[in-house]
């Protein structure tokens, strides 16, 4: 199939191979190689989503990072001998760069150098459906590259230094500055516009109780919102690919509810991203009910749920009323339970699992596997308690209609 195709007599290329990159960490005195290596196995996931093929890893040992390259310069020439002889292009760090940082990485390295936060937004961007969501990633993306300007447009300076000697890059640098604050605010004015109708929704809704799921991204919300509201929400394995909030009365044993597919958080998520998702982060801090969802099957389970929890806090959202599910339990098996070991021997390690997080989360715990159906009667029943709980508690007058 060929890759090009014609508008008129203009010949457009389209890319149909995945970039090829490398990442870069670093391992400061206080982390692990093993600690990293599983950070960049996420990294790696993003990348993935984002369309790019990683080819290797590269790290280094530092107390600090180098304020002119991040990692040091013998360090940065080496990643650039190995893109020039493997033809890499793209550049991935799994922490947050500098204008200038960045400007002297690609001199050195000759390779599109972008960090994490870049790397999120760029995949919000892509999945971003609604005009809110589109919105609300352009503002982050803005943010991000306003205290950045000046590092990238060190290459336009015709010198630095005395009087007079201004250089066209530092009349651009203004320029752009003055474009980038004027479309923030923009963007913060529609934000607002959009914020007033979502809150106006929201009033309209009545008396009824509401419920958000959240968690890590990927941990499976939208493939149980699936399950038991019967939307047709997007559910992939991939990160973010729900940005933009669903919302759907439910029904259980004549008790209604609202509930809310929410995007999921993810360790460093970049701050802008937090802020501008504002209007969409009001539907979890306006809950009366957190549906924590997390994947029992990642070998860093604990730490995405502390993340999701810290996260909530963050927004206001810490002391609201949890329940925790843990999903792909079947995937839990096939994971962590050896072949050989007897059905008895399966059931008592399954039976300690449960027990440990009942005694942590105060009996507030559900184990399913979405994808099998394997538990959801169990949750159903659980979450139609504490929503009945919820409502006689709120609304004792109206309990002999219901």
């Not at 027990?355 to 399913?368: H, L, S």
């Amino acid at each position: 199939m060929s890759d090009k195709w014609t508008l008129g007599e203009k010949a457009i290329l389209i890319r149909t191979e995945p970039e090829k990159a490398v990442m870069v960490a670093l391992i400061r005195p206080e982390q692990t190689e093993q600690q990293i290596q599983e950070y960049l196995d996420e990294l790696e996931f993003l990348a993935l989503t984002a369309g790019a093929v990683v080819v290797k890893r590269f790290f280094q040992r530092l107390q600090h990072p180098d304020p002119r390259t991040f990692i040091g310069s013998g360090k940065a020439a080496e990643v650039g001998a190995y893109c020039e002889e493997h033809g890499v292009e793209l550049v991935i760090f799994d922490d947050d760069l500098s204008g200038k940082q960045t400007n002297i990485l690609e001199e050195i390295v000759k390779c599109k150098i972008i960090d994490r936060s870049t790397l999120i937004l760029d995949i919000f961007a892509k999945n971003a459906q609604s005009a809110q969501a589109k919105t609300q990633v352009e503002l982050a993306q803005m943010q991000y590259l306003l205290p950045r300007l000046r590092g990238l447009w060190t290459h336009l300076e015709r010198q630095r230094g005395g009087i007079g000697m201004r250089g066209p890059g530092e009349k651009e640098i203004e320029t752009d500055r003055r474009i980038i604050n004027d479309r923030i605010a923009m963007l913060k004015e529609k934000l607002q516009k959009i914020d007033q109708q979502a809150l106006t929704q929201r009033k309209t809704r009545g008396e009824m109780i509401r419920v958000s799921l959240v968690g890590y991204t990927n941990v499976g919300k939208s493939t149980i919102m699936n399950e038991i509201s019967k939307a047709e929400v997007l559910a992939e394995n991939k990160l973010f690919a729900t940005l933009d909030t669903t919302v759907r009365k439910v029904v259980f044993n004549q008790m209604p509810f609202l509930l809310s597919d929410t995007v999921g958080f993810i360790r460093k998520l970049p701050h802008h991203l937090v802020e501008s998702f504002k209007s969409t982060l009001d539907e979890v801090r306006e809950s009366d009910l957190l549906i924590h969802v997390v994947d029992i099957s990642h070998p860093q389970h604990n730490d995405q749920l502390e993340v999701v929890s810290r996260t909530l806090k963050e927004i206001g959202a810490g002391d609201i009323p949890v329940l925790y599910v843990f999903n792909k339990m079947d995937m839990y098996r096939k994971n962590y339970y050896d072949a050989y070991l007897t059905d008895t021997e399966r059931a008592a390690l399954e039976a300690e699992l449960r027990e440990k997080w009942a005694e942590k989360t105060m009996n507030r715990a559900v184990f399913i596997s979405a994808i099998n159906r394997e538990g959801i009667e169990d949750f159903r029943e659980k979450l139609t308690e504490q929503v009945t709980a919820l409502y006689f508690e709120r609304y004792p007058h109206k309990k002999e209609f219901w």
